[in-house]
């Protein structure tokens, strides 16, 4: 189960926490100045990338979370990046956009559901149409003028359902939205995500992450199944 911890903020952290025997598989990091763990005011956020690699692991991913941010922008901060994901309202078109300066990296489209799926369908098939696809989807609960990080649950059994749905329409998708070490294990098991993401929590303050509840959060999700 791949386990991406979002939302770091101060590279002591992150090697205090991913620097034991099971860390998580990704890390991200949010570059939208409306969030409170955007990276921004901690670090030159165009540093950022390289300074959070540096205290990683070999094998732990970097992921830039990005805004409604132009892509001539988003080519700024790739440097240290091994994926962008696409937070914001951004269009059919944005990963076709931003894969030519990508090389081996990803991009993940997040998606706040809002009851149907056919709505992601419809964009992914205009992504399509553009000249690329998301390599995952992220599913996210749905907050009016929130862009993710809210604590808000989905509804497991409905999403399960409606990805039965759409069948083999969505690439491989990571589940987010109110997750802890508490119910991660049982939103796995209804929901059968390729991976899961959380922020809020694992922490002890927005974009600090408590090394005990992510180390907790990582064994529940890996042992679900």
Request: glycine share 14%; net charge negative.
């Amino acid at each position: 189960m791949f386990v991406k911890i979002c939302g770091f903020t101060d590279p002591a952290n992150v090697a205090a926490v991913c620097g034991g025997d099971d860390p998580p598989d990704a890390i991200g990091l949010n570059f939208w100045d409306g969030s409170k763990r955007f990276v921004g005011r901690q670090d030159g956020a165009l540093g950022t990338g390289p300074t959070m690699k540096a205290a990683l692991p070999d094998g732990v991913s970097v992921w830039g979370v990005f805004v409604n941010m132009g892509v001539r922008w988003i080519t700024d901060y790739l440097p240290g990046l091994d994926a962008v994901q696409f937070h914001g309202d951004e269009s059919p078109h944005a990963t076709a956009n931003v894969r030519k300066y990508l090389r081996d990296g990803q991009a993940v489209r997040a998606w706040r559901v809002r009851g149907s799926l056919d709505p992601l369908v419809s964009h992914l098939e205009a992504a399509k149409q553009a000249g690329s696809t998301p390599d995952r989807i992220l599913l996210d609960a749905a907050i009016p003028g929130a862009y993710g990080g809210t604590g808000a649950k989905l509804d497991w059994h409905a999403l399960r359902g409606e990805l039965d749905r759409v069948g083999d329409a969505l690439p491989p998708v990571i589940l987010a939205g109110g997750l802890t070490p508490e119910n991660v294990a049982e939103a796995i098991r209804i929901v059968r995500p390729w991976g899961v993401d959380v922020a809020g929590g694992v922490e002890s303050a927005p974009g600090i992450k408590d090394p005990a509840k992510v180390a907790a959060f990582c064994d529940a999700a890996r042992g679900a199944l």
